[in-house]
Nanobody, 116 residues
Framework: QVRLVESGGGLVQPGGSLRLSCAAS????????MGWYRQAPGKQREMVAT???????KYADTVKGRFTISTNNAKNTVYLQMNSLKPEDSAVYYC??????????WGQGTQVTVSS
């Protein structure tokens, strides 16, 4: 059974930082492209950052220079370090695992709220 379990969301003031974690089980972690997506109320889900098994990363333009995605293959975990957070970063953040664009798994989501 595949499980993606996110943690680390919460309430933070503008300019603050949070680190999201996603622990994966039931997959061969190193073969998957891991990613973080987010969905704000009334908006479509959007890609935030992805990291391939080769370590190549991609970021949405809106988060470049502020967010960093990384993995710990020994722990089957993907992280999203979020710095200089803005109110527009508020959303439910979802962990994603994708294999050859045909097998996709999602976590349950974790809420991030950026507000003073």
């Amino acid at each position: 059974q595949v499980r993606l379990v996110e943690s680390g969301g919460g309430l933070v003031q503008p300019g603050g930082s949070l680190r999201l974690s996603c622990a994966a089980s039931g997959i061969v972690f190193r073969l998957y492209t891991m990613g973080w997506y987010r969905q704000a109320p009334g908006k479509q889900r959007e890609m935030v950052a992805t990291i391939g098994g080769d370590g190549i990363t991609k970021y949405a333009d809106t988060v470049k220079g502020r967010f960093t995605i990384s993995t710990n293959n020994a722990k089957n975990t993907v992280y999203l370090q979020m710095n200089s957070l803005k109110p527009e970063d508020s959303a439910v953040y979802y962990c994603n695992a994708a294999y050859s664009n045909s097998v996709v798994y999602w976590g349950q989501g974790t809420q991030v709220t950026v507000s003073s």
